[in-house]
């Protein structure tokens, strides 16, 4: 099993910047694609973005497509997002996970392992 755990929420005005870490302990956390979702309040948990296990290769939502950038650094069993030109929103508690199967990328049900999230907030 992998444990994940986020940080770097919190609140920031629009046009702002964030980077959120997701810290893994527990099994190899290099054998696996990692992915970032976000849930909005009274909203579903959608997909943001997910990184391959070498960090070769990445894919976007397209709300977030060249203002948001994920990577990974093996060496120290974490994955980023770094958040720029942040908009309201952007709103959400943020969630990393570990893919589990390779049917739809964007789904949540192809990913497990779930941090607890980070809150970010963009002010308008």
């Known amino acids: 099993q992998v444990q994940l755990v986020e940080s770097g929420g919190g609140l920031v005005q629009a046009g702002g910047s964030l980077r959120l870490s997701c810290a893994a302990s527990?099994?190899?956390?290099?054998?696996?694609?990692m992915g970032w979702f976000r849930q909005a309040p009274g909203k579903e948990r959608e997909f943001v973005a997910v990184?391959?296990?070498?960090?070769?290769?990445?894919y976007y939502a397209d709300s977030v497509k060249g203002r948001f950038t994920i990577s990974r650094g093996n060496a120290k069993n974490t994955v980023y997002l770094q958040m720029n030109s942040l908009k309201p929103e952007d709103t959400a508690v943020y969630y990393c996970?570990?893919?589990?199967?390779?049917?739809?990328?964007?789904?949540?049900?192809?990913?497990?392992?779930w941090g607890q999230g980070t809150q970010v907030t963009v002010s308008s």
């Open positions: 996970a570990v893919r589990q199967s390779f049917r739809q990328v964007t789904s949540e049900n192809e990913y497990g392992n």
């Open positions: 990184i391959s296990w070498n960090g070769g290769s990445s």
């Open positions: 527990g099994r190899t956390f290099s054998d696996y694609d």
